[in-house]
């Protein structure tokens, strides 16, 4: 008896996947008219997606591995704040950059985006507010932390709370 009139004897099987001994062949899709169509391809979705099989006992397993080694992307301190955020208020986003193996470059270009970000917002406030008295520096110092939490607050706006 084939595979197809086994199929057709089992009715209420709409759709199902079958493995032969090299690897994924097909799928049977059941028609009303109740004739079978086989629709082949070369390669199946794990391979199309860079997946490798081994052979044992004369049955190919796919190679799978759980949490293949990245490098290490340095985040910065924007970089893991953007990264709470998105854990706490967007759970779904934020899996979806796990999945994809996403989160540390996008992270990191949060950070990025961030510092340039702070760095010209503290120029512009250090350009509009001058000294007046150049050789205070406590004076300094209290000028540059105003513009440092200006600078900050934007960007936590702008940058860090956006949704990504």
Not at 30 to 36: D, L, N
Not at 64 to 92: A, C, F, R, T
Request: charged letters at 25%.
């Amino acid at each position: 008896m084939t595979l197809e009139e086994q199929a057709m004897i089992l009715g209420h099987i709409r759709q199902s996947m079958y493995l032969c001994k090299s690897k994924y062949v097909g799928f049977f899709y059941y028609q009303k008219t109740g004739g079978f169509r086989i629709m082949r391809s070369d390669l199946s979705i794990f391979e199309q997606m860079g997946g490798t099989y081994t052979e044992k006992d004369g049955l190919y397993y796919p190679n799978l591995s759980v949490g293949q080694m990245q490098e290490q992307i340095k985040v910065g301190k924007y970089g893991l704040l953007w990264i709470s955020y998105m854990k706490e208020n967007h759970p779904d986003r934020y899996r979806h950059h796990i999945r994809m193996g996403q989160l540390q470059s996008k992270a990191a270009e949060v950070n990025e985006e961030a510092y340039q970000m702070l760095d010209t917002i503290t120029n512009q406030y250090l350009m509009k507010h001058k000294l007046v008295n150049r050789a205070s520096t406590m004076e300094m110092w209290k000028l540059r932390e105003q513009a440092k939490q200006t600078a900050e607050e934007e960007v936590y706006e702008t940058v860090i709370y956006r949704f990504y």
